[in-house]
């Protein structure tokens, strides 16, 4: 004897449409992440720190990403050296976003920041390197679109320290070339008056 049959039911619709829409959200966030391309930015400086009794390190400390579209993601590579003369191994152990400039208005711009590579521990005479990506989104100002993230790199070597690494963006339109080593950013200074002919 056949078991009897049990009468098909509809699913219900709401929890469908539900999960409907949250598919939609989550395809649609992915493909506006998928479109953008990765800004990849050039080195501009070196600095040389001391960092602890007897660790001195050179390392990349600037870094431009010219021609930049709104919004789009980056990276950079960041090389260090503890040189031989340093006398102790140094750990440099994660990354800090600290502020992002300018502000105009009181908004400043949207910028994240992860490293990959880290911790690194350089021993007198070593170098190496890890890598900094993100994503970034420019502010208008009125020398165009530009977006300015100051970093800090928290490491150790008997004593804690850090390193301070800046990205500056700058939008196809703008008017300003890249900031000067050494300089966290804005426009260029501009030059002071000539000097005063001295008496006689």
């Not at 031989?84 to 910028?111: C, D, N």
Request: aromatic share 6%.
């Amino acid at each position: 004897m056949q078991a009897p049959r049990r009468p098909w039911r509809q699913p219900p619709l709401l929890p469908l449409l539900f999960l409907t829409a949250c598919a939609g959200v989550a395809g649609e966030v992915s493909d506006r992440l998928s479109v953008l391309a990765t800004q990849s930015c050039v080195g501009t400086a070196r600095a040389t720190e001391r960092v602890a009794p007897g660790v001195t390190l050179h390392y990349d400390n600037a870094f431009f990403c010219s021609d930049a579209p709104v919004r789009e993601r980056y990276t950079f590579t960041v090389r260090v050296t503890n040189p031989a003369s340093s006398t102790v191994s140094a750990t440099l152990q994660g990354l800090e976003l600290r502020l992002s400039t300018p502000r105009p208005r009181g908004r400043g711009p949207e910028v994240t920041g992860a490293a990959s590579g880290l911790p690194l521990t350089l021993a007198p005479g070593e170098s190496g390197s890890f890598v900094v990506s993100g994503l970034y989104e420019l502010v208008r100002t009125d020398e165009g679109g530009k977006a300015n993230a100051h970093f800090h790199v928290r490491g150790g070597a008997g004593n804690p320290f850090h390193l301070g690494l800046n990205a500056h963006f700058r939008g196809a339109s703008g008017r300003e070339a890249a900031p000067p080593a050494g300089r966290p950013g804005g426009p260029p200074r501009r030059p002071g008056p000539p000097p005063r002919p001295g008496p006689g």
